[in-house]
């Protein structure tokens, strides 16, 4: 029974990572020594095959969309390092606004935060409507342009 647990702990590590790196650059190495770098557009949770936008293979080739399967998989690599980090943004967003903590959740599976239940932040950027939302907006540009000052 613990070996399951700890398959599904890695599984959902691997999954939140994965969603972390959705819409970003990656290279992914392939088995027979073979990669391309792309932009990860998605990727199947059971088996990893992954789908990458806009490659290039190790060639020099080119192509709109390649779909890799996930046996063929050697290591992905990350090229282009994610600006948004919820947990990073939550504490963030709890200082500049100080905002009750219980009021600001992470959910890390798709690394987002939420607050008051009604307001999603992502690195998409803000999911809301009001005067709160307006304010956390405008905290998000700042902090996005403090990450991309930094990088």
Not at 17 to 22: D, F, I, R, S, V
Not at 23 to 47: C, P
């Amino acid at each position: 029974m613990r070996l399951v647990n700890s398959v599904s702990i890695a599984g959902r590590g691997i999954t939140q990572e994965l969603n972390k790196l959705l819409d970003k650059k990656v290279e992914v190495r392939l088995v027979d020594g073979k990669s391309y770098v792309g932009t990860l557009l998605g990727y199947d949770q059971s088996a990893l095959h992954i789908i990458l936008g806009d490659a290039e293979s190790s060639d020099g080739r080119k192509v709109h969309r390649v779909i890799i399967a996930g046996s063929r998989i050697s290591e992905i690599l990350v090229v282009e390092r994610p600006l948004f980090d919820a947990e990073e943004f939550r504490k963030f967003l709890i200082e500049r606004l100080n905002l009750p903590p219980g009021s600001v959740r992470v959910i890390p599976e798709i690394n987002a935060v939420t607050v008051y239940e009604r307001i999603k932040v992502t690195e998409s950027g803000v999911e809301g409507a009001g005067s709160l939302a307006q304010k956390i907006f405008d905290i998000y540009q700042e902090y996005i342009a403090m990450k991309k000052r930094s990088a």
